[in-house]
Structures are given as C-alpha cells and as structure tokens.
C-alpha cells in the first residue's frame, strides 16, 4: 500500500500522468486468462527513460514495488500485481527512434505494437517479423521473448533483439548489444534480459534486426485425414530441410470454431495452414515439393490463397482461433497453456495431450506454431465451477510434464509469470537457484515485478 508521502512524491513527478482511479487499477489488473492477482496501487505513464530511472529510484525510497506493462496482451498473469506496487504503463513510450536500412535495424520505444512498427517501415521493403497473434507491444514481447507463427523461418525475440536499454531497480540504466552483427565481449547481457519478465529492470528501448520484405509469398490450406497425419507432415517437412515462413496446425474443433466465428468453409479436418516467402522461382519449387509430401500423408489436395485479400482473411482467422473457440461456448473462459517438444516428438505430444483431453470430459481444442513443435489447448471452463477449473489446471501440469519426458520445455512462447512458476524446478533443477542469485544481485530489495519467474527471496 502506497503510503501519504510516498503518493504525494509520485503526484508531484507525474502529475496528471499518474492515476490511482478504480477503473485505470481495475483495467491494469486483467489478464487474457484466468490467472488472477491483486489491483495495483497506482499507474503512471511515463514519457522518457530518465522519468523511468527516476522512477526506480523514488520506488527504492519508498520500497514500492514497480510492475511493466505493454499491451497488456499476456497469458500467464506476468503483469498483474501480486502484492500492490506502482504499474509503469509504457502506452506514450511508442516512438520509431531511428532506422538503419542498410544494416537492417531499428531502434524502438518499448510501447510501439509489432503492426505498428510495421506500418512504419512499409516503404523501407523491411519488416519485423515476430507475430505473436495479438498486437503486442514490442517492450512486452522482449521481455517474455516471445514468438509466433512467423518463429520457424524467422525465429523468437531472443534472435531477433540486437540490444536494449534498460532501467535497473536502483535506477542506472544501461545499454546491452550492438549494431554489429556478432560480439564475443562479456556477458551477454541482451540474451539474459530478454525473457527476464520484468524482473531484472524496465525496458526503455530495443534495437531489433529487420528482415526483407518477401519477393513473393504462397499460402495454403491442407487437411488431413487425421491429426497424426497432419502432424507427422510436418515433421516430415521439417526434416526435408523445406523452410515455410509459417506451418500451423488446427484441430477439428478448431478449425470448427473457426468457421462459424470467420465465416471459413474449411472442411470439418485437421488442417495445415503454410505460407512459404522468397523469390518466385524458388517458392514454386517449395511449394511443389510441400504439394508432393502432403499428398503422402493424405491430405485431399492443397487449397492456395492466392490473392494478397485471401491470404490476410485466412492468417486473420488464424489469429482470432482464440477468440473464435471462446465464442463456441457462450459464457466460458479459458486455461490456456503451450509446451513446446523436439520435432520429432511432436506427434507423441499432441496425440498424448488430445487423449488426456478427451478423458477429462473438457472441451480443449488444440492448434499451434508446430514447425517448431509449439502447440497450445485452449481448455474452456465455466469460470463458476471450481471443478472445471481445478480439472484444466490439473491438464496443463500434465502437459507440462508430458513436454519435459519427452525432452522439452513447460512453455515454448506463454512465459511464466504466475501461471507456471510452480513448474520452473521441475524443468531447471539447481539452476532456478541461480536466476534466483542474479535476482538478488540486480534487485535486492525484491522491487522489479515480484512474486514472478524466480524462486521465492529470503
């Protein structure tokens, strides 16, 4: 709880900037899933990273705890307050600060959207290609590194970040990388930032790599007579070395859901949506080598977007599959959750987790980014029923489990914020000791987004 004086001193640095209303705390305590926590006790908005640097400092004063918040667009709570704190909503931090074409880079406030930068280079021929669904703000996604759909041929937030700036809990800020396309000097101290969710320090700017603008693009859509069918495609292309831009995999209840809420004629099937970038004659040569190896798995033939049009309504559906399988149940919400498996353990994973599903009695479709074997289930609870929810929870530590037998990660793009702390033991052992000693050595006073990621602070 912010005490008088240190409300007073916030007032007085931001004024009309900082809100302590209940409709600004109750909106900056949502999340896009049923992971829950307390209201913060105030929300400023800063302009510059010296506000933010001072920030720190008044919080080290004061003993407040300071929580980042982007768009506000994350999955496992790693924005809420967990125990009061100020939220540092970096909303009117949203600059393009420069463009280097020729050394394709740019540096960005961290409160710019991924469309809108990508607005903002449409005339360079360059593009950030990171596509997470939502419209992330690029500080948010740097800090839980996300991914996407666009992750398997142009990779995660951890390739594609250069270098940031950051404010520290004691308020020194620092710059972290280069514009150069490789270091060998010390710590690398960008890769342990990115991912670091908050809480190490606040993102105040990001140099991130840009990528060409594709020559052409192909997209199609393929079913298949089963999700093992479907799936063991895509192994199989990935295996060949063919290199999609983007492969994913929809279940029958989500291609289901998909069709009613974007008014999609997909056949009722597992399905495959790929999408393929370069330069003519290679895509062509691409896309029939895809063509061939569907054809073995029995997919019924590939239906191609081929105007821009088709291809932006079919990658739209796509990314409105979530609000699409809510809408199929009127009045229920959702767990939500995402592993991510060695490819060649991706069909084990999903058969594995469909069959866990369909036993519990739950609706949970399942789709994903599988071309770098990262799938989700959207189990759908009615958020009234504690047995509902208890049974979903209790399928996503399976899932969680089942991914790390099978040699991989309890979260291949959601993060862990709240939702899957419980869980980093299990996947780190004596290691999540030592994300907790680097903690404490940035951040001794537990004041950069507690309660998340590491291990509870003596």
Avoid at 206 to 225: I, S
Avoid at 335 to 356: F, G, K, Q, W, Y
């Amino acid at each position: 709880m912010l005490t008088d004086p240190a409300l007073t001193d916030l007032r007085a640095r931001f004024g009309d900037r900082m809100s302590a209303s209940p409709a600004s705390l109750a909106e900056h305590a949502q999340s896009e899933s049923l992971v829950t926590a307390g209201l913060p006790d105030a929300v400023v908005f800063p302009h510059q990273a010296d506000e933010v640097a001072a920030l720190a400092r008044w919080s080290t004063t004061h003993r407040v705890p300071l929580i980042g918040w982007g768009a506000g667009t994350s999955l496992e709570g790693h924005a809420l307050a967990v125990s009061g704190g100020v939220v540092v909503d970096f909303r009117d931090m949203a600059a393009v600060l420069e463009v280097w074409a020729e050394d394709r880079l740019v540096r960005v406030q961290p409160g710019i959207t991924r469309e809108a930068l990508n607005h903002a280079l449409r005339t360079t021929g360059l593009m950030f290609p990171v596509d997470p669904g939502a419209n992330a703000s690029l500080g948010g996604m740097a800090a839980t590194r996300a991914s996407g759909t666009t992750a398997v041929r142009y990779g995660t937030m951890r390739d594609n970040v250069r270098g940031l700036e950051v404010v520290l809990a004691d308020g020194r800020v620092i710059r972290t990388g280069t514009g150069a396309p490789k270091s060998a000097a010390g710590y690398d101290l960008t890769a342990l930032l990115v991912g670091s969710e908050g809480t190490l320090g606040l993102i105040t700017d990001l140099t991130l790599r840009l990528h060409g603008q594709p020559e052409a693009v192909m997209t199609a859509v393929a079913a298949f007579p089963s999700v093992r069918a479907a799936v063991d495609c895509v192994i199989a292309t990935m295996q060949m070395g063919l290199q999609p831009a983007r492969i994913e995999f929809l279940d029958e209840d989500t291609v289901a859901a998909c069709n009613a809420y974007s008014r999609l004629t997909l056949p009722p099937a597992p399905q495959l949506l790929v999408e393929f970038h370069g330069h003519s004659a290679g895509l062509a040569e691409d896309v029939a080598r895809f063509r061939d190896l569907a054809a073995e798995f029995g997919a019924d033939g590939l239906d191609w977007a081929d105007k821009p049009e088709d291809r932006t309504r079919l990658w739209a559906a796509r990314h409105a599959a979530y609000r699409a399988i809510l809408a199929s149940r009127p009045g229920a919400k959702a767990v939500v959750t995402d592993v991510c498996v060695p490819i060649s353990a991706l069909a084990a994973a999903v058969e594995e987790t469909r069959a866990d599903i369909a036993a519990s009695g739950l609706s949970g479709p399942i789709l994903g980014h599988v071309g770098d074997g990262n799938f989700h289930a959207i189990l759908l609870v009615d958020p009234t029923d504690a047995g509902d929810i208890s049974t979903a929870k209790a399928l996503a530590h399976r899932m969680a489990e089942r991914s790390l037998r099978l040699g991989g990660t309890i979260t291949g793009e959601h993060g862990i914020g709240l939702g899957k702390r419980g869980m980093m033991a299990a996947e780190h052992g004596a290691a999540w000791a030592v994300m907790g000693a680097l903690k404490r050595a940035l951040d001794p006073l537990k004041l950069m987004n507690p309660g998340k990621l590491v291990p509870d602070q003596p």
